[in-house]
């Protein structure tokens, strides 16, 4: 069983800058291929960013060019730093996890933009 802990969210301005953090634990987040999913009210949950065991990512178009993701399996984190936030980037951001037909989610963090 996989646990997984998101922290880092908060209000921020349009252009600024926040870094998500989702910490593992359970299982090395290593052998896990992990992602950043968001959610705004009214919304579907979306795929913002992924990162595989390998450490190839991908990226949600919105989001290109503006968020970074990347993992410390030293430290069983995961990150998603976020640049140029725009108000649309407004949601609840959830950390996930898969291993083989296994999948796990953490609690979300609510990242709001606004002036």
């Known amino acids: 069983q996989v646990q997984l802990v998101e922290s880092g969210g908060g209000l921020v301005q349009p252009g600024g800058s926040l870094r998500l953090s989702c910490a593992a634990s359970g299982s090395s987040s290593a052998g896990l291929r992990m992602a950043w999913y968001r959610q705004a009210p009214g919304n579907q949950r979306e795929l913002v960013a992924q990162i595989s065991r390998i450490d190839s990512t991908d990226y949600a178009d919105s989001v290109k060019g503006r968020f970074s993701i990347s993992r410390d399996n030293a430290r069983n984190t995961m990150y998603l730093q976020m640049n140029s936030l725009k108000p649309e980037d407004t949601a609840v951001y959830y950390c996930?996890?898969?291993?083989?037909?296994?999948?796990?989610w953490g609690q979300g963090t609510q990242v709001t933009v606004s002036s």
């Open positions: 996930f996890a898969s291993k083989l037909l296994a999948r796990w």
